[in-house]
Each structure stands twice: as C-alpha cells, then as structure tokens.
C-alpha cells in the first residue's frame, strides 16, 4: 500500500527530468495552465491544440 | 509543448469523465485535443508489471509532432471527429459521492475506477469482464512495441505472427479506428466485446496498408488485478495452476472444470485468517460449482462470480482426502 502512495512522485520526477530537464536539447519553458476551461479558452484565442495532463497529486 | 496549450489537471471533481474516458488506474494519462474538445490522440496507457512503461520521451515527442499535423488537418477542413461521448459528472455517480465530495475529500482518478465500479454491482449491471479486466495486454496478442517509436512492432510472437504481423510493422488502425499512441491502442483494444474471436488491424508496411485479423488467444482479456485494488474484486489469496485433463481423470474430477493445484499463498491469507489452503492442494470446486464457461482457475472462478467479503466453501483434495473448506474474500480498498 505505501508504495502505491510514491508512485506519483517518482512519475512526476521522471517527468521533470524527461521532458523539462534543462540538459535535455528537447527542453523548453513551458506554462501550464491548471484550469481546463481557461486553457480551452486559451487554445480559441490563439488557435493552438491542447496537451491535456491528468495526474494524481503529489 | 509550445505549439499547445498545456494544462494539468489533478482533481477530477468537474471534469467531463464522459468525454475524457480512460482507465483510470493509470497515474499519468495525455489527450491532445483542440479547443472545441474533439480529442486527436491519448498518450499514456500501462500494463500490470509497471506504470511507466509505455511512457517514453521519444514516443512523446512523436505523439506531440502527430498531434499538429492532425491539428493542421482539422483546421484546413481535412480531419473529421468522431461523435463526441455522453457526458458524464463525477457528482452523477453517488458511491463516488459518498466517498469524496460528501466528505471534503478530493475526487481522484483511482477513486473513480474503483467507485463507478462499485456503483455498477450495487446497480447490478457490473460487466467484470470488461469493467473489472481494463485494458487487456497486448503482450498476450504476442505483440511487444518498440517503445520510443510508438506503435512500431518490435516482436511478433503466438497470435499476431500466426496473423502475419511482423517485426517492423506499424500499427495504424485497430477494429477500424486510427490509432497513433499505445494510449490509442490500448483504449482501442479495451472497447472490444470480451466474447469476440478476432481482432483487426491495419498495419503499414513500407509504403503498403495491409489488413490482418488476429485470433484472439483464450482469456485474451486477462490481467492481473493486483495493483487495482478494486474494491469489487474478491480477492482469496492463492493462485493455483489448472489441472491437466490426465491429472483431473486420474482424481476422478471433472474433465472439464476448473480445478486447479494450489502454487502460491499469501501470508495476508494467514494474516486475516482468510482461508488454510496448503500449497500443493487441489480445489476442485467452488460452492459446489467445478465448471464454468470463462475461468479456468477456481481463483478466477471466484473473482468472476463472487462478491467481495463473501463467504465460500471449496471443495479440495489434500494429499488423495477430499474435504470442504471455507475461504472468505477480501475486499481491497482505495485509500479512502
């Protein structure tokens, strides 16, 4: 049981040293909005397409 | 990324579950979309031994670099969505209100899986092997992916290399539908009717789109649920090996059901007092019942016709004796 409770964290640490880690030539700044209907909103305004994360809080 | 609009969301209390369907045991889960909701492609998607193994920064990048050429057909006029699904709230389903919301405590995914299963058996309409079986593996097909170039066949193996699908091959569509991810495949996989004989693909080789029907193998939907902690998910703590037809005939037990002998017993089995199976029995029946049409296991017998916390009584040979002995289930719980 406790181990399912990490799996979150070290998901999000492969996350940010995958695709943000600054050593990456793939990295890049990247805003993230945390409210769906602003980032819909968003993506009308700028005509750009929507990368949608779902994730367990850490 | 910067080509998207990028949102994170981690409480699933308004969230249109409905429209953004997906197992909900996985811990990370994508869907690129454009801003009138028409869902392009799903990243994400796992199998039983690991959560992340599907994840994969090359494959990623890949999805992302599909995700706008879709986008730029869909602006142009060139990509039809599909029918958008009925919407469905998290406050629609009561055993998930009950735990979450009524109690100030947030809506996770896990919680979701788990209580709109719960709300089905009370309902009655609970489908286990669809809804408690998620995502089949399609390891179990014989199909491995070259991870980072996403649905690239790596090994063709049992099923699919009887089919023809070869190392090299790139999986395009499934059962009619285009899929780009694993997380495509996967969700693609997982709609298919648990009674069906075949499956199709379209694959590209080379330049060519080629169609195959693979056989789908017996119990193809099987996983193991370990990690789920499904609340609905009676769990007995053994695991046993079927039985050959030779061995059943020399016991004098029915050539056709599900007997198995007992290879494995959790310590929670002693720890709860839950059963005193003894590895190397044998357990020829469950409630008096040694056939059945699916299991082929009286572990899966149980998971598929019992509810959690029942009571049971099995029929077992113990070194040539034939006794009764009871097992109760257990019933798991997500951190609630």
């Known amino acids: ?58 | 990324m910067s080509e998207y609009v990028c949102v994170r969301i981690t409480r699933m209390d308004d969230v249109d579950i409905g429209l953004f369907d997906y197992d909900r045991y996985n811990t990370l889960y994508f869907f690129l979309l454009n801003a009138e909701e028409h869902i392009y492609m799903r990243y994400g998607g796992r199998d039983s031994s690991s959560p992340n193994k599907y994840l994969n920064l090359d494959s990623l990048e890949l999805a992302l670099e599909q995700g706008l050429a879709i986008h730029r057909r869909y602006l142009s006029g060139d990509w039809l969505p599909s029918q958008r699904p009925k919407q469905l709230l998290p406050e629609e389903i009561p055993a998930l209100v009950e735990q979450t919301t009524a109690r100030g405590r947030c809506v996770e995914c896990h919680l979701i899986g788990d209580l709109q299963n719960v709300q089905r058996e009370r309902d009655g309409v609970l489908d286990k092997l669809s809804q408690m079986f998620r995502s089949p593996d399609i390891k179990r097909l014989g199909i491995e992916l070259d991870i980072p170039k996403g649905l690239v066949v790596q090994v063709s193996r049992g099923a699919a290399s009887v089919a023809g699908l070869l190392s090299g091959d790139r999986i395009v569509e499934f059962e009619g539908v285009p899929v780009w991810t694993f997380g495509d495949l996967q969700y693609a996989y997982d709609k298919v009717d648990r009674r069906a004989n075949q499956v199709q693909l379209t694959i590209q080789r080379a330049m060519q789109h080629i169609d195959i029907s693979i056989t789908l193998p017996v119990r193809w939907w099987w996983t193991d649920l370990t990690y789920r902690q499904l609340t609905v998910d009676p769990r007995s703590y053994f695991k046993s090996s079927p039985l050959t037809p030779e061995r059943k005939k020399t016991l004098g037990l029915d050539s056709l059901g599900f007997a198995g002998e007992v290879t494995n017993i959790d310590s929670v089995a002693q720890l709860l007092s839950l059963h005193t199976l003894s590895i190397g029995d044998i357990v020829f029946a469950v409630n008096g019942i040694g056939r059945d049409k699916v299991a082929n296991t009286p572990e899966l017998f149980i998971q598929l016709h019992t509810r959690a916390g029942d009571t049971l009584t099995l029929g077992v040979i113990r070194k040539g004796v034939r006794m009764l002995m009871t097992l109760k289930t257990a019933r798991m719980s997500y951190r609630k």
């Open chain 1, 1 to 58: 049981m406790q181990c399912r409770c990490y799996l979150p964290y070290l998901l999000f640490l492969w996350l940010t040293l995958t695709v943000l880690h600054p050593a990456d030539s793939r990295a890049e700044e990247v805003l993230w909005f945390d409210s769906y209907d602003e980032a819909v909103d968003e993506a009308k305004r700028t005509g750009k397409p929507i990368f949608l994360e779902f994730r367990c809080e850490p």
